[in-house]
């Protein structure tokens, strides 16, 4: 990774793959480093048997993966919510079949701050088949992000 500099802004310089070179913004980038690091963290829940956490994980990654993508896209710093359909919707993300109720069914696992009762009623749904099955899902939809244009 080296520094490149343009019209007075620093940038980082990808090139893990040989035949592709990218710049991308370094809070683009930070976006995407936290969205990696809460899918291992979902990965980690999920062999600990912590369903929920699984789920609020798995929505965390994709919030920040699309958060990065709209400071990349758009150059503004991402709205303040936690609505996945609305942050694709942001970021100009033309969502392919199923993606938009997926989207909008991962961001019912945002929990915040909730009242306990709320929490209890999610973590009754959240078994290991739904956190696996959504798991998948998010790495799926991550995958398909990574591969849309800048």
């Not at 690091?37 to 699309?66: I, N």
Request: charge should be neutral.
């Amino acid at each position: 990774m080296s520094l490149k500099f343009a019209q007075g802004l620093c940038f980082v310089e990808l090139t893990k793959n040989p035949a592709y070179t990218a710049v991308m913004n370094p809070d683009a980038e930070r976006w995407r480093e936290l969205a990696i690091y809460d899918l291992g963290t979902a990965d980690a829940m999920l062999a600990a048997s912590r369903y929920l956490y699984v789920l609020f994980c798995c929505q965390q990654a994709v919030e920040k993966h699309l958060k990065g993508l709209i400071v990349e896209r758009c150059g503004t710093f991402p709205p303040r919510t936690h609505d996945l359909a609305k942050l694709a919707q942001v970021g100009r993300i033309s969502l392919e079949e199923g993606q938009d109720l997926f989207l909008r069914t991962l961001t019912k696992y945002y929990i915040g701050t909730r009242y306990p009762e709320e929490v209890r009623t999610l973590a009754d749904e959240a078994t290991r088949e739904l956190a696996t099955r959504l798991l998948t899902q998010t790495k799926e939809l991550i995958t398909w992000l990574e591969t849309l244009p800048k």
